[in-house]
């Protein structure tokens, strides 16, 4: 029930303008208020983040802080020339996203009002249940961030392989660096080639 509460709290505390959550946004360090402006790159506004689909590296995260709204004239999207000719796919998602007057909001996802009430959070804890042990492994202190985070995003199915880029609309050509005769995929990068089951046996 802890968990549930405190997802609630999280939830209220990020999107809420009521004057207890502006406060604490401001004790704990984020000052945007109102606090709904949309990142472009990074918030999950397209169905899942730019920075995933486009495979962009987790070193040039802190550089990408323009928000939906630049990239909005005459409420018309500029889409960057780099997304159209390399990600048509992206692209033509991002132009047939409407875009509203209104002010930027949070959406809960599967949610019919887009608001996180008890329910839709009960309904969230309850469908992640605690992971397996191998977690405390992985998230250990002794491991640098930019491998456990790798970690992550092969086992969420993140990583910017050519086959996952292929799949977000990206046209290329792809082969695999190391043994140059299959495709570039997850499975085979890790599982398959002669060097990555060299490497395991
Ligand atoms: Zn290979």
């Not at 047939?96 to 599967?110: A, P, V, Y």
């Not at 249940?129 to 456990?148: E, R």
């Not at 910017?160 to 140059?180: E, I």
């Amino acid at each position: 029930m802890n968990k549930i509460a405190l997802l609630k709290l999280a939830w209220d505390m990020m999107s809420s303008n009521d004057k207890w959550a502006i406060f604490y946004r401001r004790i704990f360090g984020c000052n945007k208020d109102p606090p709904n402006k949309i990142q472009f790159w990074k918030d999950n506004w397209l169905g899942e983040p730019l920075v995933d689909c486009l495979g962009i590296s987790d070193d040039l995260l802190s550089a990408l802080s323009t928000l939906c709204s630049d990239f909005i004239l005459d409420s018309r999207w500029m889409i960057p020339t780099f997304i159209s000719n390399l990600f048509p796919e992206v692209s033509r998602r991002i132009a047939s996203t409407g875009i509203s007057s209104n002010m930027d909001k949070l959406i809960w996802l599967n949610s019919e009002n887009g608001i996180l009430d008890l329910r839709n959070a009960y309904i969230k804890v309850d469908s992640n249940p605690p992971g397996p042990s191998w977690c405390k492994l992985i998230w250990a202190n002794f491991i640098p961030p930019s491998q456990y985070f790798l970690v992550w995003r092969l086992f969420h199915n993140k990583v910017p392989s050519d086959d996952n880029l292929q799949q977000k609309g990206c046209s290329l050509a792809s082969m695999c660096s190391l043994c140059r005769s299959s495709i570039e995929s997850f499975e085979h990068l890790f599982l398959s080639c002669p060097f990555a089951t060299y490497h395991w046996c």
